[in-house]
């Protein structure tokens, strides 16, 4: 431009050294961009290796056969589990849910509540002990059949970006539309799909932003209907709620959790407060068990709890 300005240049030789140079620069900017995603793909395929590598802790025993489940009971026996061996999480646990019976797992935090949620899907063999789903021992069947026949409704529901429909179908593989159509009446969430204009083929958006908690809940509910477990599994399924919307959930739950084993794994009592039986635990031990009634009377450990969270809720 200063040349031209001078009258040196004329106009086209400046249109001709922007081109050239256009030409020169874009090819190594391109050039850069290529050798970063490259150097990047490496990185990623490297990590790869290393994860497909990696030894797997939790494997099925040759020749494992399938669960076989008539009467969906479970049962703990003298379990004892760490994540690290100088950690023990739980010690020597002993418990037993009857098929069909509501049982509350409650406790301080650090208890080992999610621990047993987490050996009983398998994630993680015990140290010691057994835990038997209808009479069979987990670690003797295969993971594939264990896992099918528990259900979870999970504190923090992960949705993906897709269809209402395609969220609650996942539960299933080859789910149908009649199946999706009935798990989501059976959830109470049908009246809000047909208010949509696009129905089951509503985007739910990244992670489901674009529902409500509740709804997204009642998505996870009709997620685990379609897989019709005989256990269900209720991993603190309110706690992100508020209290009017806890109780609609919690009603659809009581519903859906009939002829069904159900463990719910809570932190606010007056969710469980009507479970068949409440089983309270403490540093890995099984403290207290009983009827909500009946641990009010004893006065232990869960009547504390439960004084507290009345104290800090009438506050």
């Known amino acids: 431009v200063w040349g031209w300005s001078r009258g040196d240049l004329t106009t086209g030789d400046l249109v001709f050294v922007n081109p050239y140079l256009t030409q020169l620069f874009r090819p190594l900017d391109m050039l850069g961009f290529v050798y970063r995603t490259i150097r990047q793909g490496l990185i990623d395929m490297a990590a ?36 690290e061996p100088d950690r023990s999480i739980l010690h020597g646990l002993d418990f037993e849910i009857a098929a069909g019976e509501t049982v509350a797992l409650v406790g301080p935090s650090g208890a080992g509540k999610s621990t047993i949620a987490r050996l009983l899907f398998r994630f993680y063999d015990p ?22 026949a528990i259900g979870i409704v999970p504190q923090d529901s992960v949705l993906f970006n897709d269809t209402i429909g395609y969220n609650i179908a996942y539960g299933r593989d080859g789910a149908s539309r009649e199946q999706v159509i009935n798990a989501s009446r059976d959830a109470a969430i049908l009246p809000f799909i047909e208010k949509l204009p696009d129905g089951l083929e509503t985007e739910v958006g990244e992670r489901g932003l674009k529902l409500s908690g509740g709804e997204k809940q009642r998505v996870a509910i009709a997620r685990t209907l379609v897989k019709d477990p005989p256990i269900l599994l209720l991993d603190e399924a309110t706690s992100a709620l508020d209290s009017r919307t806890e109780q609609a959930i919690l009603a659809t739950l009581r519903r859906v959790s009939q002829h069904r084993t159900t463990l719910a794994i809570a932190h606010r009592l007056s969710t469980i407060a009507d479970a068949d039986r409440i089983l309270v635990l403490d540093q890995g031990r099984l403290a207290e068990s009983g009827t909500h009634a009946e641990l009010l009377g004893a006065r232990g450990l869960y009547a504390e709890m439960w004084a507290r969270q009345q104290a800090e809720g009438g506050d």
């Open 48 to 83: 790869m290796f290393r994860l497909v590598d990696a030894d797997v802790e939790v494997e099925d025993v040759p020749g494992a056969p399938a669960l076989h489940i008539e009467r969906p009971g479970i049962v703990f026996e003298n379990v004892h589990f760490g994540y």
């Open 127 to 148: 140290q010691g002990g057994r835990i038997l789903i209808d009479g069979q021992d987990i670690s003797q069947v295969t993971q594939k059949s264990l896992r099918e």
